[in-house]
């Protein structure tokens, strides 16, 4: 197999980077990434517990996006979830390139149920369910 390389972690991180650094320059954003600078620390923050716990980031940013800058619950949830698939898919490709051993059937089968998981919840299960439920449960 070769010796593992993070090579390809390195480089989606700097393509990652690279195309926020573009579309932030290209498109006019930096005013209002100025504007919400909080809710990177809020994040960075979340990501630390995500890193040293078995909780979520989401479980400390849903809560200070929701109380503290008065964003809706929607949007914090929405954001919790796509920045955790960005860092789980960081994560990934960081283990593939360290060259870990994983169990493959165990990650196709788990791949396919949160895919069906994240299109059902989505779209038929979402729409329907309540604000304040929605701060209940993340909160």
């Not at 010796?3 to 990652?16: C, Y």
């Not at 006019?28 to 909780?55: D, R």
């Not at 619950?73 to 360290?98: C, D, K, Y």
């Not at 396919?112 to 604000?131: C, Q, Y």
């Amino acid at each position: 197999m070769g010796q593992p390389s993070l090579r390809w972690w390195k480089i989606s991180v700097a393509a990652f980077l690279a195309g926020w650094v573009v579309l932030v320059a290209g498109f006019g954003y930096w005013p209002l990434v100025l504007e919400h600078w909080e809710i990177a620390g809020v994040m960075i923050g979340g990501s630390l517990v995500a890193g040293s716990t078995p909780m979520g980031g989401g479980s400390v940013a849903f809560p200070i996006l929701v109380y503290v800058f008065g964003e809706t619950p929607e949007n914090a949830r929405n954001f919790g979830l796509a920045i955790q698939a960005l860092g789980m898919t960081s994560a990934l490709l960081f283990i593939f390139g360290r060259g870990t051993r994983i169990e493959r059937k165990m990650l196709l089968w788990s791949c396919a149920g949160a895919a069906a998981g994240i299109v059902l919840g989505t779209f038929f299960v979402a729409p329907f369910v309540a604000r304040s439920f929605v701060k209940l449960l993340f909160s």
